[in-house]
């Protein structure tokens, strides 16, 4: 009967999403808007409840931290396409599907690793079977949660389709050469974010183990820890990409659309770091200072781009256009 259940979910995402490729850019774009609002709040409200779906195995707080702030980074990209995918300019939407191309495609590769990876490199770490009929379940293995195979099939299904659109309307378009990007102030704070968000993400991608232990105190954290580590670190990088390039958009709004979603990010990230300080077991934060320090640099820097660097451009005249002298007119 799950057979059966995840063949027919299989072929409804599938249709899904290539019904909505096969239409313009436009409806795409609203089908993955909404898809991240949807996937985004159930893992920053219901994370015990999505994780008890795809994972075998007692879950603590730190399980539910990674997927809260997973969950908020999604919804920041979210924010962002909401504020600027029906832009006038085609080229800041069609950037905003390069950054979801460059962290769906890592997001896909950490998934395959946390899939496949031990089995290919002989450790082997399987899910316990499921028991049949009057049976008690497998004891979970010693070294904690693992992904079962309701994640295997929904999440390789749904990333490599979000994938596969995105770089079809890529692609597609013409508008990715972008623009002269302006040598302002706000220009300035957009590579600065996207500098710090870079570092950020790799670090996560790189050495979540290292973070954990650090800022956690787990010295062995199991494949769903490092998994959710290592696609926070995935969004990031793409997230990055985005204001790497944003100093070439043309409008100053879709600029500062960037800034406000980061903004947005943080604040939402540094409550659910408050919230699981309090409510959720296992979790503490060893190294409160590093965080603050860190997020602070990273939120002035976006508060003061968003709301208070000048509307330069506005103060940008076009110089006057030359007359073309036809071939009567003479000098006097």
Known sequence: ???????????????????????????????????????????????????????????NGIHLFLGRVFGVVMLCGAVKMYLNYRSHDSYAQVMLLASRIVSTSILLIVLAHSVYGDRL???????????????????????????????????????????????????????????????????????????????????????????????MGVTAPDTVQVHFGQVLGAMLIGDAILSAVAPGFLFEEDKRNVLLGRVVMLIASILVGIYSLFYAAAYEDKHPIVSVVLDLVWIVNAILGYKYAPHETSNYRSPPRKTRRTPDQHDE
Not at 24 to 38: F, G, H, K, P, Q
Not at 190 to 212: E, K, N, Q
């Open 121 to 215: 490199a002989g450790k082997v770490e399987e899910a316990p079977p499921k028991p049949k009929e009057g049976e008690k379940p497998a004891p979970t293995p010693a070294k904690g949660v693992v992904f079962n195979d309701q994640w295997r099939s929904l999440n390789m299904t749904a990333v490599i389709c979000a994938l596969l659109g995105n770089v079809v309307w890529f692609l597609k378009s013409r508008h990715y050469g972008g623009h002269t990007s302006l040598d302002s102030l706000l220009n300035i704070h957009l590579r600065v974010d996207f500098f710090v968000t870079l570092i950020a993400g790799v670090v996560w991608l790189a050495y979540t183990p290292t973070i954990l232990g650090f800022k």
């Open 1 to 59: 009967m799950m057979e059966y259940f995840e063949l027919v979910r299989t072929a409804f995402i599938v249709v899904g999403f290539l019904l909505a490729m096969s239409r313009d850019r436009v409806t795409w774009m609203t089908v993955d808007l909404i898809a991240s609002v949807v996937m985004g709040a159930a893992w920053v409200f219901i994370p015990q409840i999505v994780l008890g779906f795809h994972t075998e195995g007692e879950l």
